[in-house]
Structures are given as C-alpha cells and as structure tokens.
C-alpha cells in the first residue's frame, strides 16, 4: 500500500517546510537501523534541499540520530524506554504499531510513552499505522476505534451507490481450485451485487471516498457520513483489496490457498496483509452466561463457612489498581469475596496507602494470608508496598512458560552482592497454567466438590473481563491466549489469588467441619519392644 513510504515523505515535509524535532518508532532496533541507513538516507540524499540541510559530520550524522537544519530526527524502537524518553519532539511516528511489545523496559505502553515526547509543543502530531491482526488484541484496531473510524469505500458502476470493500466480497466459482479462482475473481458490491474486474476497481478506485463510523452500544460500527464526526483523533482503515499492485485474481489465490491449508497462520497472514482486516481466531473460553451461572446469595465481604484460606490478586496499571480477595476450602473450592478498583497514579504513594488498607483489613472475623501484587507497572512502587507488608504481600511477575506453576526468586540483594536470606522474593506465576485452571473451574460439575463461586455483588464488567481470553493451540503446539474483550483485569486478579493460594498449598486443606473420629481407648500395657543391642543401628 506505500504506507511507510508516506510516513518518509510526512518527516520529509516537515524538515524542508518547518523544521521542528520528530521521532519515528518501530518495532525492533534492526528495523529502526535498517529503515534509517536504508529507506530515509535513499529520501534524503533524492530531496535536494534535505541532502543540503543535512549535517554529514560523524558528531551528528549517526545511525539512529540525524540533525536536518539543526534539528534532531530520532530514530527509536518500542521496547527501549531510553531511546523513547530521551529527547522532546514535535512529530512521533509509530510504524506496525501491532508488531510492538507491549511493555518499554517495564515503563509501560510505548505509545504512551512516545506521546509524552510531544508536551513541550501545543501543535504537536502522533501518527500510529499497522497492518492490523487479531480481533481482540490488534492496537491499532482499538487505536482506530476510538477516533473517527474512516473506512476507505468506491462506488458501484451498477447502482452508483459507496461500499466497502472487504475480503467477503471477493467471489469466484463454486468448487474452484486457486488457478480457477485467480483468473474468474470479482469484486461484489454489497449493496446490489452487482461484479466488476481488477480494471474496474481501479477506475473505481479512483472516485474512492471515506466513510465514517460511530460505534453503537453493542461494538458494532455505524455508519455516519462522508464527512467525519467531531473527534480529536482522526482515523482511518483501508483494504488491502484497494492496492495498485495487486489484482483480484491474485487475492482470490492466495486466500482460497490459505483457506485449502487450513492452518490458521497462514489464513491470518493473508486475512491481515491482502485485506487490512482483523482476523478472529477461533479459541476456547467460557462466555460470560457460564460464569453468571456461578453467582451465589451470599453478600460480598463476607466469608462463606467452608473457608479456610484468603487470597488476594491484583492488576497493577498505570493509573490504578484492580484487586480481587477469593477464598479458599476443601478441594480448591473458592468464593469470591470481594473485588474493587482503586483509582490513582501507581507511581505515587496515595493508591498504596489505599491498597494496604484492603491487605490488612478484617472481613468478619478473617484477615487475608496472602496477597499476589502484579509488578508490571512500577516495580519499586510495588517491592515498596510488598516490603511493608511482609510475610502477607509478594510482587509477582506473569510468564507465558515455565516449568512449574508457580515458583520463587529472591529479589534482595546485599551490599556485597550476596542474596539476603529472608529479603523480599519475586513469585513467578506460570499464566497459561493458572487460566486454563481457572476455565476448568468455572466449567466444573455442580454435583462435585471444587466448584467456582460469585458472590451476590457480582456485576456484568466482572463477569465479561473474567471470560475476556480464549485458548488458541496452534498446530505447532503451542499454546497462546487471545484478549477477545476490552479489559481483562480482573481474570489477570483472579490469576493472581489462585496462585497466591496454591502457594499455601491449600490442596491439603481437610473438608472443613467433618465430624471428627471417635477417641479410642488406649489401655497402657508393658512394652514388649526389646531395647536395640549395643551398636545396633
């Protein structure tokens, strides 16, 4: 689509019409390398005004960092906190921002972190641009959400109405193979049917327009217009359909071979790159009618009488903390006994104040044992809060693979770089293990000991970020989780107190309140047990 190349020609603008700092970001420090010895110094060296602009002393003619009429172009990528906080800018870049690690260094959201970049300039601008992937977990999809949801649409020659296209609307003949369907491809428009080639889609192309959306209630889009809706953030998405470079027969190829493969990779690849859309991963998940099944009578904040152990897990964000305090008995059965969200910037003391309050408070008459505190987001912060309350609170780090469920580190060192024996230690929690549990809980027979329990003040947000992921298994084995929901804090706290509990080994608990055996009488008799001989062993 060019779609890069129109980010170089943006910085281009930029350097030769006001010159003002700029920053582009990718996914990995090779490309940001690549993209700048590569694809910007070929745009710099072809603009003769930016070649002479351009300082070529070692000083400031380096790889990641060029100064363009004395002003500094950086080249950064997402998982480098320094390289993304170390200079203000007035323009940020983000390329395939679906390609970025969620997480800088333990800072937090690149984008985020890129957008602070821009407070010293009340013009600034951030571009993000991605082929999107999968539904659920695509940035760039949410990014393109939540602004003005410009779909790029062409007119039909049958009915002259606008559609858009899409890869469902590639049709060819019933039961062909791919060289069948590569030379009898048409685009159908949506709204009559009517067909037209390759040629005239590109005539088409050319009259193209976007039409702008709105998101209904249910997450499903609305159509508002040619022109957009009031939004500070403008967006936009375009088919891969729309491409000069590719005709239909060869779309139509590639994606009846992808679908005769059945290897979901290879459709995804397809699905994102040829059409620009996300692709839905078929996983396995409860929905959120199972998990409504599981609400209880008894009130929150108060503990069932088979309890016998309280956890409690949470999801530590930027600007606040979600928590959830479970309880445990015989058979790892467990109630939910609480759960909440404390509001608050994490970097400060004021939230951990608050959070302390829900660690050592006394529900009924019980006190939780132990709390999992997720160090994903301000790490000292979080070893701070878990060193005030220690023996009860534990900073926990979450892992794709391990090979146990849950085991432990020890974080506190010495002066002299010895392992401090009763300092502060860092439980690593095995996620894919703890969530598959979790699911089979929630799934488990009523007539069986073990089951799942919601209390009474459970509410819908709960219920849909608790059944917010399903399991894919790829052919290779390997097993990934998909976020198909908006949020999925409060399964990543239910995480967290599972493996909290296991880590009391509350596997061993006794079936509380059964009925004891009765005493027997001893009557004391003369041993008959001769003493060991000397040197006996």
Not at 457 to 469: C, H, I, K
Request: proline share 4%; hydrophobic share 30%; glycine share 8%.
């Amino acid at each position: 689509m060019g779609k890069t190349e129109n980010l170089f020609n943006i910085i281009g603008h930029q350097f030769s019409d006001n010159p003002r700092p700029a920053l582009f970001v990718t996914p990995t420090q090779d490309l940001a390398r690549s993209m700048s010895q590569g694809r910007v110094t070929k745009m710099l060296k072809s603009t003769p005004m930016l070649w002479d602009r351009l300082d070529k002393s070692a000083e400031n003619n380096k790889v990641l960092e060029k100064y363009i009429a004395g002003v500094r172009l950086g080249f950064a990528w997402a998982s480098s906190g320094s390289k993304m906080s170390s200079h203000p800018a007035r323009l940020v870049l983000f390329d395939e921002v679906d390609r970025f690690s969620s997480d800088t260094d333990g800072e937090g959201d690149p984008i985020i972190l890129g957008k602070a970049r821009t407070k010293n300039y009340s013009d600034s601008k951030i571009g993000c641009f991605s082929t999107p992937t999968i539904e659920g977990v695509s940035k760039i999809w949410a990014l393109w959400e939540s602004g003005t949801m410009g779909r790029w649409s062409i007119p039909c020659f049958h009915c002259n109405d606008y559609f858009i296209p899409e890869l469902k609307l590639i049709r060819w003949p019933e039961k062909s193979t791919p060289d069948n369907a590569r030379e009898h491809a048409r685009l159908v428009c949506s709204e009559c049917g009517g067909e037209m080639n390759t040629e005239q889609k590109e005539k088409a192309n050319k009259k193209g327009k976007y039409i702008y959306h709105t998101l209904n209630t249910d997450g499903t889009y609305k159509k508002y217009g040619f022109e957009p809706p009031n939004n500070t953030t403008a967006s936009f998405q375009i088919s891969g359909i729309c491409s000069p470079w590719v005709t239909l027969g060869e779309i139509a190829y590639t994606l009846l071979t992808a679908y005769k493969s059945g290897n979901q990779d290879t459709i995804q690849s397809v699905v994102n790159t040829y059409g620009g859309e996300l692709f839905k991963m078929s996983g396995d998940a409860p929905d959120t009618a199972e998990a409504r099944d599981l609400i209880g009578q008894y009130e929150a904040l108060t503990i069932p009488e088979k309890v016998q152990v309280i956890t409690l897990g949470s999801d530590v964000q930027k600007y606040g903390i979600y928590y959830t305090i479970r309880g445990w008995g015989f058979n790892s059965e467990s109630w939910k006994i609480d759960s909440g969200y404390i509001a608050g910037e994490t970097k400060y003391n004021a939230v951990w104040l608050l959070l302390g309050r829900v660690v050592s408070q006394l529900i009924e008459n019980k006190r939780i044992d132990r709390a999992f505190i997720d160090s994903g987001y301000n790490t000292e912060q979080v070893y701070k809060f878990c060193r005030q309350y220690h023996g009860i609170a534990f900073p926990t780090k979450g892992r794709d693979t391990l090979d146990k469920a849950v085991k432990s580190t020890k974080v506190d060192i010495s002066h002299n770089g010895r392992t401090i024996k009763n300092g502060l230690s860092l439980w690593h929690v095995n996620t894919d293990y703890y969530k598959s549990w979790i699911y089979s809980r929630i799934r488990w027979d009523e007539d069986q000991p073990g089951g799942f329990h919601l209390d009474k003040n459970t509410d819908e947000d709960y219920l849909s970020q608790l059944t917010s992921e399903e399991l894919i298994v790829k052919p290779s084995g390997k097993r990934i989780w998909i976020q198909t929901k908006a949020d999925n804090h409060y399964l990543d706290c239910e995480t967290g107190a599972a493996a909290a509990a296991s880590t009391l080994q509350i596997h061993t608990l006794k079936e509380k309140n059964q009925p004891k055996n009765k005493s027997r009488t001893f009557i004391k008799k003369k041993s008959i047990i001769q003493k060991p001989r000397k040197g006996f062993k």
